[in-house]
């Protein structure tokens, strides 16, 4: 049981409903962290539109968020979110082994080199952000990474780690 009463799809209204059932439609339930920021109406549309935009970003591909996501949760240790991005890669068809490797060592991730290296970025920002330098991003922009891109990236694993803070904090129960 959640530590603050969240918002169920049945008692779900206006903007909020609509959202969920925009969730159901694609992922078939709407996940229990969805509506732990239901609690809050205006973050959780905000939280919504900054998923689409995700979703159909034009240079970040779901398989190298899902990395970020899951890789991320692992340095914050969030259970929930490790084995859902987890289960969303085996589902896309990388094997088990793979994945456990690549939480061993992300450098081992079945990404392409120009997405491994803003991975592996994005991993070195939200762990220690005083540990980035300008030629971390220099390298970035030399393997044809935009500005965008890269801002957009680290936004990604920024925005997870504060999921994973509310997940946790909140005692948001697997689904």
Not at 36 to 50: C, D, K, M, Q, R
Not at 99 to 118: F, G, S
């Amino acid at each position: 049981m959640p530590l603050i009463k969240t918002v169920s799809p049945e008692e779900a209204t206006g903007k909020t409903a609509e959202i969920f059932s925009t969730i159901k439609g694609v992922m078939g339930k709407v996940p229990n962290p969805m509506q732990l920021y239901a609690v809050s109406p205006a973050i959780f549309e905000g939280t919504f539109n900054v998923m689409g935009y995700f979703m159909n970003h034009p240079t970040l591909n779901m398989g190298f968020l899902t990395f970020v996501r899951m890789l991320v949760s692992v340095g914050t240790n969030c259970t929930y979110c490790i084995d859902m991005n987890k289960g969303r890669l085996i589902q896309s068809g990388i094997g088990i082994d793979v994945l456990n490797e690549t939480i061993k060592d992300p450098r081992k991730a079945p990404l392409p080199e120009k997405e491994k290296a803003l991975l592996l970025f994005v991993l070195k920002a939200v762990k220690n952000p005083h540990s980035v330098v300008g030629s971390d991003v220099d390298e970035l922009r030399g393997l044809g990474w935009s500005e965008r891109d890269i801002f957009d990236a680290l936004v990604h694993g920024a925005n997870m780690v504060a999921a994973d803070i509310l997940i946790d904090t909140f005692k948001v129960e697997q689904d």
